[in-house]
């Protein structure tokens, strides 16, 4: 699928967007990915030690800063790489208080985590984020 | 992103789309982003949430080129027609990456021109524009796929023995390039030569091993 995607869009930009023509583009450039930084430091510290790349708490925080914030994940069932059960883990264990944990939630796919290649969950896909939109942007 | 004499050596690049036929304050606007390090946004763009979508296969190996996109339903945009294109590049002085990508980009860029393939059991020995060069099984192995080189948009189906000659000139279309534009005759040539399954892979690693050396 990498292939069909990678050229199809490589033909997109340049006809249609009428963009790059003299330019490569990267769509999983191993330069960038064997070279990422891995090193995260949470919060807002300038501390030394790097810790392991956990970015929970960033996700904790921005909910504590922003009540209002509201989270979907969308998950799917049959993903090996991104599993559900390891979000569904960590959604119920941010340790936040009751009344934030309910801006989040979680939607389920009979597919991987680019459930989007599947139609049926393309328009399911399409129908949870729109709904999410409209709820998360109601005043 | 530029390197220390503060030469671009690479793009970041992003895609908007912006609808201008509409003033409403309240419309909401998405910001997405693709996860994964290297990966980038195309495939939320153009399998999830752009206005057109790659069309594949669901739960098979992908079919041979020619690939094709067809108006995405599953869209974020609203609007259909009154859409407008946006596109903007930047640069960006990240030293940090600046070192591979002095070393990398450019022999990525080299093999988007050159491509490859061989026929027989040759193996070239000037093959320096092709170090990148990894073929990789995917599924039930009737499938090839450029790994290290991912960016150039080539999948080669059904291919059995991947060898690389310097051969000027009579390139045959064996491959889809990226940019259909593409019109100049490589330097090199990638020729797809059937074989039987059983000998694939071991010629594979030793023919990978080779061109890598």
Redesign the interface.
């Known amino acids: 699928?990498?292939?069909?995607?990678?050229?199809?869009?490589?033909?997109?930009?340049?006809?249609?967007?009428k963009?790059?023509?003299d330019?490569?583009?990267?769509?999983?450039?191993?330069?960038?990915?064997?070279?990422?930084?891995w090193k995260h430091q949470a919060g807002r510290g300038r501390g030394f030690f790097p810790g392991s790349p956990n970015v929970e708490g960033d996700l904790i925080q921005a909910m504590l800063a922003n009540p209002h914030l509201k989270v979907e994940v969308e998950n799917g069932l049959y993903d090996m790489a991104t599993p559900f059960f390891a979000t569904e883990y960590t959604m119920e264990h941010l340790g936040l208080p009751e009344k934030l944990q309910k801006n989040i939630r979680l939607q389920y796919y009979d597919?991987g985590h680019?459930m989007?290649?599947?139609?049926d969950d393309?328009?399911k896909?399409?129908s949870n984020?729109?709904a999410f939109?409209e709820s998360a942007?109601k005043p | 992103m530029k390197n220390e004499k503060d030469e671009p050596q690479a793009?970041i690049?992003s895609?908007s789309y912006i609808r201008t036929d509409v003033k409403d304050p309240?419309r909401?606007i998405?910001f997405i982003y693709n996860g994964?390090?290297?990966?980038?946004s195309?495939?939320?763009?153009?399998?999830?949430f752009g206005p057109?979508?790659?069309?594949?296969p669901?739960?098979e190996s992908?079919p041979p080129?020619p690939?094709?996109?067809a108006d995405n339903?599953?869209?974020?945009l609203r609007g259909g027609q009154s859409r407008a294109?946006h596109?903007s590049?930047r640069i960006f002085g990240l030293r940090?990456?600046a070192?591979?990508?002095q070393k990398?980009?450019e022999v990525?860029?080299l093999l988007?021109q050159h491509f490859v393939i061989g026929s027989r059991r040759r193996v070239a020995r000037d093959v320096e524009n092709v170090r990148q060069v990894f073929a990789g099984m995917e599924g039930d192995g009737s499938q090839i796929?450029?790994r290290?080189n991912?960016?150039?948009?080539?999948?080669v189906h059904a291919l059995m023995f991947l060898q690389i000659i310097p051969q000027r000139g009579g390139a045959e279309r064996a491959v889809?390039?990226?940019?259909?534009?593409f019109r100049r005759i490589p330097d090199a040539s990638i020729r797809v030569t059937p074989a039987r399954p059983t000998t694939f892979s071991a010629n594979m690693r030793s023919l990978t091993r080779r061109a890598l050396r």
């Open positions: 699928m990498t292939g069909a995607f990678t050229a199809a869009f490589n033909g997109y930009v340049r006809s249609d967007l963009f790059g023509q330019k490569t583009y990267h769509a999983i450039s191993e330069g960038v990915g064997s070279n990422w930084d597919a680019m989007y290649l599947r139609e393309l328009a896909l399409k984020i729109g939109i942007s | 793009l690049y895609t309240a909401p998405s994964g390090p290297g990966s980038a195309v495939w939320l763009h153009m399998g999830a057109r979508r790659v069309l594949t669901n739960a992908t080129a690939y094709k996109l339903a599953g869209t974020l294109f596109q590049a940090k990456f070192r591979f990508v990398r980009v990525r860029g988007l796929e450029h290290g991912q960016d150039d948009a080539v999948e889809t390039f990226a940019d259909q534009e």
